[in-house]
T-cell receptor
């Protein structure tokens, strides 16, 4: 089955860029997602990328996919204190819409 | 995007009791999913609920403990039966939206005492 790994913690200063990394094992993963979970809340879909893409940009968010290394990253430009949360990457594949989640990365933004 | 409502949002339950969580979606969806997030952990898939057929459970989860109903294309329930403190978790409903997007509800936060 799929394994998805993330670093547990990242601390940045307000205004800097944040880069959250994720690696996955299943090369047949077709869809890769990033979710944000704030304290006491559910999961908010931030963005997603298909395996036939290398990059996707959406306002302050940039997703990079390196299929060769099975590495996914989420870059948040101009990080704000409101970006403090846990960020999960998750993978799914054609024919299986259920997702396998990473352990989550806690992003702390220091003023 | 799909709007997903879950009830209850939070509950404190006595051990040995059962609780049914409801998930309502604002549009018809083929597949609905139930996940569990234990305290400080990531999400684990419990089962996939399809309308008109039995739910498909993941390894480690059984129907007797987590019975699921899917009476129509916009609604599902998950029951957590005979609860113990180890069942204290967030239970999340998820659906597939347009364009392969996957959305989650706000979760149902259960504490078993």
């Amino acid at each position: 089955g799929e394994d998805v790994e993330q670093s547990l913690f990242l601390s940045v200063r307000e205004g800097d860029s944040s880069v959250i990394n994720c690696t996955y094992t299943d090369s047949s993963s077709t869809y890769l997602y990033w979710y944000k979970q704030e304290p006491g809340a559910g999961l908010q879909l931030l963005t997603y990328i298909f395996s036939n893409m290398d990059m996707k940009q959406d306002q302050r968010l940039t997703v990079l996919l390196n299929k060769k290394d099975k590495h996914l990253s989420l870059r948040i430009a101009d990080t704000q204190t409101g970006d403090s949360a846990i960020y999960f990457c998750a993978g799914g594949k054609e024919g299986r819409r259920a997702l396998t989640f990473g352990s989550g990365t806690r992003l702390q933004v220091q003023p | 995007s799909a709007v997903i409502s879950q009830k209850p949002s939070r509950d404190i339950c006595q051990r040995g009791t059962s609780l049914t969580i409801q998930c309502q979606v604002d549009s018809q969806v083929t597949m609905m999913f139930w996940y569990r997030q234990q305290p400080g952990q990531s999400l684990t898939l419990i089962a996939t609920a399809n309308q008109g057929s039995e739910a498909t459970y993941e390894s480690g989860f059984v129907i007797d403990k987590f019975p699921i109903s899917r009476p129509n294309l916009t609604f599902s329930t998950l029951t957590v039966s005979n609860m113990s403190p180890e069942d204290s978790s967030i239970y999340l409903c998820s659906v597939e939206g347009a364009g392969n997007t996957i959305y989650f509800g706000e979760g149902s936060w259960l504490t078993v005492v």
